[in-house]
């Protein structure tokens, strides 16, 4: 995992996902995959540089 903690490893991962096939990539993932995802954003929602990342999915 490139020595990053799993929460950050997960963060970069999908920041390098094209914005285009994001929603794509999301709707692929197995619905046990999703809710570890959803517990990995509400920690990132609470981190202020990460809040920037979310506001730019949504352009």
Do not use: C
Not at 21 to 50: M, V
């Amino acid at each position: 995992m490139l020595g990053l903690s799993p929460s950050h490893y997960v963060l970069r991962t999908l920041s390098n996902v094209k914005t285009n096939d994001l929603e794509q990539t999301l709707l692929a993932l197995p619905f046990a995959d999703a809710l570890k995802l959803l517990s990995y954003l509400k920690d990132w929602a609470s981190n202020h540089d990460k809040v920037i990342l979310f506001a730019l999915w949504n352009i």
